[in-house]
């Protein structure tokens, strides 16, 4: 009986102290701060996913409208949409990433360049599954090729290589690697990828006429 009313009254004043040190905290005003901050941190992402997905709609009719001038416009705008996204999340890749194709939609392929490179720096790229790390790795290739032949080819195996290992079934990277070796004379190598492109795409008769091209029996 008197083990129980003990432990009665320690649940009391520990009901009593909790109580007093909420008052206390309240009255510094540290409850209602971290709730504004929690409200506030909501409202950012909301904010910040609300411009990412206005520029990539914008994106979306950059690249499906015929109009060059309406098509310049529209990826511009996108990029400004991905700039507010960034504001608020730098550490977003896929705002980077969006930023990066608008940019390459108007033809600034060193501005891309550079925003490709910040979505997929050590700590952007968390952000991403390794499927989506694969396919900006692939995409970042492709612009590097535009910029320049020699360095822009060695630099784009680097990354082909890296995406064929994070999404092995993107054939396009595996066709786009095989080019790449053969501009560097690495035979080998280039029917080695042209081989990964076949096996997950056996009927694609580019993938064989590659293997033919370059002296193999396997179509």
Request: positive net charge; glycine residues 4%.
């Amino acid at each position: 009986m008197a083990m129980s009313i003990m432990v009665s009254d320690l649940l009391i004043q520990a009901a009593f102290i909790s109580t007093m040190l909420f008052m206390f905290l309240w009255m510094l005003n540290i409850p209602q701060n971290l709730f504004n901050k929690i409200r506030y941190r909501d409202k950012s992402s909301y904010a910040a996913k609300r411009h990412f997905v206005l520029g990539a709609n914008l994106l979306s009719k950059s690249r499906s409208t015929k109009d060059r001038t309406a098509a310049a416009k529209l990826a511009k705008s996108a990029a400004e949409h991905a700039d507010k996204s960034i504001a608020i999340n730098p550490k977003d890749a896929a705002a980077h990433i969006l930023k990066a194709l608008a940019l390459d939609q108007q033809g600034f392929t060193t501005s891309a360049l550079e925003a490709f490179d910040a979505a997929l720096s050590p700590l952007t790229a968390k952000s991403l599954s390794d499927g989506e790390r694969g396919d900006a790795l692939f995409k970042r290739a492709e612009i590097k090729m535009k910029v320049s032949k020699g360095e822009g080819v060695e630099s784009a195996v680097a990354d082909l290589v890296e995406s064929v290992r994070l999404r092995s079934d993107n054939t396009a990277t595996r066709r786009l690697l095989g080019e790449c070796y053969e501009k560097k004379e690495m035979k080998e190598e280039a029917l080695e990828a042209y081989r990964g492109w076949v096996k997950i795409e056996p009927e694609s008769a580019v993938a064989q006429a590659a293997l033919v091209r370059l002296g193999s029996t396997e179509t």
